[in-house]
């Protein structure tokens, strides 16, 4: 069991920056691919950076175009997603999700979800 606590969401001016954490639960963290996803009002839930157990392999959605981060540091049991150039369209809530073995990009694969954090981009 894997419990997932996001944190470091909140209200920022557009071209701002935010780090959003993820903090587990549980010894066996390292054995995770964890996953950020983000659902905006009327929207699907999409995701938008992952990473394997080691942190050497990781994923990105197209449409960051290099804007955000992800990160993970096992001995603190916390994933990371650095977000930077912050426009209005990322306005969302963010989830960080895990599942054992590889990343992977559907979201029903995932088994343990965080509560989700509010990011709200002002223009």
């Known amino acids: 069991q894997v419990q997932l606590v996001e944190s470091g969401g909140g209200l920022v001016q557009a071209g701002g920056s935010l780090r959003l954490s993820c903090a587990a639960s549980?010894?066996?963290?390292?054995?995770?691919?964890m996953g950020w996803f983000r659902q905006a009002p009327g929207k699907e839930r999409e995701l938008i950076a992952a990473?394997?157990?080691?942190?050497?392999?990781?994923y990105y959605a197209d449409s960051l175009k290099g804007r955000f981060t992800i990160s993970r540091d096992n001995a603190k049991n916390t994933v990371y997603l650095q977000m930077n150039s912050l426009k209005p369209e990322d306005t969302a809530v963010y989830y960080c999700?895990?599942?054992?073995?590889?990343?992977?990009?559907?979201?029903?694969?995932?088994?343990?979800w965080g509560q989700g954090t509010q990011v709200t981009v002002s223009s």
């Open positions: 990473i394997n157990w080691s942190g050497r392999n990781t």
């Open positions: 549980g010894r066996t963290f390292s054995s995770y691919a």
């Open positions: 999700a895990a599942k054992q073995g590889s990343i992977v990009t559907m979201s029903s694969l995932y088994d343990y």
